[in-house]
C-alpha cells in the first residue's frame, strides 16, 4: 500500500515525532493496489537500540472507514436537523441544570438577539422580571425526578423594540407558550441525576394581546352600563328632589308674606332658601350627569376656552404652576362653552386639591384619530376627536379609585369638602356632548383625558 499524496505530509510530521523520540498518532489514507483508499488510524512508538538511537519503531493501523462513514451519517443527520429547527419559527432551546443556555435556534433573532451571543448566559436573561420566579421554580422542580412542563406561559424581553406592539397592552411584551422536559442523566426518565432542559416556546403575543382587548372591552362595557343606570336613577331622583324643592319654595314665599315684618322669622326663612338654592344647584348637576341638562351649542376653540378658565383658577392659586402646550392647528369643536368651562374648572379644581402643599399642571392640547377598536373602548363613535390633558403632580390614586372616580357623590375627601359632584357632572357634561373623559394614574402623576369630536370645519378653513 501507499500513502495517499495529499496525506503524505501529514505522515511526514508522523515520523519525524517517531524520530525525535515521541510516541505519535495520524489519521491517513493509504491507497491499494487497485487503487481503492483505506482511512486509517496510526499509533506509533518509538524502539531505540542498543545505544539509545531511535532506529526502529512499531506502527499500529486500524481501518477508521466504518467509524468516519457512522461520523458523516451523524453529521449528515444533524445538518437535516439543524434545517429542519431553522425553519421552524419557534424558539427551540437546550439548558444545563444551572438554567444556562446550552443551545438555542435561529427563531430568538425574531427578537433582536443573536443565537451564538446568548451561549453560556443565563435564561432568566431573557424572561421578563414578574415571570421569572416561576421560570426558577419549573427548573428547580426538575431536579427532583422526571417532570415535564406544559402550557406554561412567559414573558420574554425582546433586545430590539416592535412598532407593531406601540399602542397596545404591554407594549414590548412578549407572551410564550413553553414546552419543556428535564434531561436526566443515561437518558433515563427515571434518573435521579438531572443534567438540564430541553423545550420549545411558542409565540403567543397576538392571542394574549386579543384577549387583553376582549377584557379590557368587557371592563369597559360593563363600566358603561353601571355608569348608564346610575345616570338613570340620577335623573329621576333629580326630577323628583327639583319637584320636592319647588313644593319647598313656594311654601318660603308665603312664609315670607306673612313674616315680611318679623325679623325673627325672616332669618331662618333666608337659610332655608340658601339651602333650596343649593339643592337646586346639586339637582343641575345630577341633570348634566344624566345628559338631561340644557346646552347651547356653539363652535368653540378649546385653546381659548381652557386658556381663559386656567388664568381665572390660577389667579387664586399661588402655590401652583400651570404650563400650557397648545396645539397652534387645534380643530374646532360644538360644545356649550359654559358648561365645558365648567368641566374644565371641575378637573383644575380637583388637580389642585390633590396637591395640598403646591404643585404643577400641565394642560395640552392636540388633535387625535385613534383606531377604531381603541374608540370603541371608550364608547366612541369613529372619527376625528380634539383632545384635552390635564396633568398634576399630585398624590395619584390607586385603581379601585379610578375605577369609581366618575361615580356621583362618590368622594375622597372628608366630610364638607366636596359633594363628589364635580367629575360625575363633568363626566355626564362630556358625554352629552358625544365626548368622553378618562384618567390615568400613578404615584406623584394623574392624567385626566377629555376627548371631543372634531367640528367638520377646520379652524381657518372657510366656509
Known amino acids: 500500500m501507499y500513502i495517499e499524496p495529499s496525506h503524505r ?13 515521541h510516541p505519535a498518532s495520524a489519521e491517513v489514507v ?13 499509533f506509533s512508538i518509538p524502539v531505540p537500540d542498543d545505544r539509545g538511537r531511535n532506529t526502529q519503531c512499531r506502527i499500529a493501523a486500524t481501518n477508521i472507514s466504518k467509524r468516519l462513514q457512522a461520523e458523516e451519517a451523524l453529521k449528515e443527520s444533524e445538518r437535516k436537523l439543524d434545517s429542519i429547527v431553522k425553519t421552524i419559527p419557534d424558539i427551540v432551546y437546550r439548558l444545563d441544570q444551572n438554567g444556562m443556555i446550552n443551545f438555542i435556534s435561529e427563531g430568538i433573532r425574531r427578537y433582536g438577539y443573536m443565537p451564538d451571543e446568548l451561549l453560556g448566559k443565563s435564561v432568566m436573561d431573557l424572561v421578563h422580571p414578574q415571570d421569572r420566579s416561576t421560570a426558577q421554580y419549573r427548573i428547580d422542580e426538575r431536579r427532583t425526578g422526571a417532570r415535564s412542563t406544559h402550557g406554561l406561559e412567559l414573558r420574554l424581553l425582546p433586545e430590539i423594540k416592535h412598532p407593531q406592539l406601540e399602542n397596545g397592552p404591554g407594549k414590548d411584551d412578549r407572551f410564550f407558550l413553553i414546552n419543556a422536559e428535564g434531561l436526566y442523566a443515561d ?18 403575543t397576538k392571542r394574549k394581546r386579543s384577549e387583553i382587548e376582549r377584557i379590557q372591552l368587557e371592563a369597559e362595557l360593563q363600566k358603561a352600563r353601571k355608569m348608564e343606570a346610575i345616570g338613570t336613577l340620577a335623573g329621576g331622583i333629580a326630577h323628583d328632589f327639583n319637584n320636592l324643592l319647588m313644593g319647598i319654595q313656594g311654601g318660603i314665599s308665603l312664609l315670607r308674606l306673612d313674616n315680611h315684618n318679623c325679623e325673627k322669622n325672616l332669618q331662618p326663612i333666608e337659610n332655608i332658601e340658601q339651602c333650596v338654592k343649593r339643592g337646586s344647584k346639586l339637582t343641575r348637576q345630577l341633570l348634566g350627569f344624566a345628559k338631561s341638562g340644557k346646552y347651547d351649542v356653539k363652535t368653540i376653540d378649546i385653546n381659548n376656552s381652557l386658556d381663559e378658565t386656567a388664568q381665572l383658577f390660577g389667579r387664586t392659586r399661588k402655590a401652583i404652576k400651570i404650563h400650557r402646550n397648545f396645539a397652534s392647528d387645534l380643530w374646532l369643536t360644538d360644545a356649550d362653552q359654559g358648561q365645558l368651562e365648567q368641566v374644565l374648572l371641575n378637573l383644575l379644581i380637583n388637580a389642585d386639591q390633590a396637591m395640598p402643599e403646591g404643585g404643577q399642571i400641565f394642560l395640552t392640547t392636540d388633535n387625535i384619530d385613534p383606531k377604531a377598536n381603541h374608540l370603541r373602548r371608550l364608547g366612541l363613535k369613529p372619527g376625528k376627536y380634539v383632545r384635552i390633558i390635564i396633568e398634576d403632580t399630585g398624590i395619584g390614586m390607586d385603581k379601585e379609585i379610578q375605577n369609581r372616580i366618575f361615580e356621583p357623590f362618590f368622594t375622597t375627601k372628608e366630610m364638607g369638602r366636596g359633594n363628589g359632584m364635580g367629575l360625575a ?19 406623584r402623576r394623574t392624567d385626566f383625558h377629555v376627548r371631543l369630536p372634531q367640528q367638520p370645519k377646520i379652524k381657518g378653513a372657510g366656509t
Request: no cysteine; proline share 5%; aromatic share 8%.
Open 425 to 443: 357632572s363633568a363626566y355626564g357634561i362630556l358625554k352629552n356632548h358625544g365626548g368622553m373623559i378618562d384618567v390615568e394614574s400613578i404615584p
Open 30 to 42: 493509504f491507497l491499494k493496489k487497485n487503487g481503492d483508499s483505506v482511512p486509517v488510524e496510526m
Open 9 to 21: 505530509p501529514v505522515f511526514n510530521r508522523h515520523l519525524r515525532e517517531i524520530w525525535e523520540g
Open 187 to 204: 437518558n433515563s426518565q427515571t434518573s435521579s441525576q438531572f443534567i438540564g432542559t430541553q423545550g420549545i416556546a411558542h409565540d403567543i
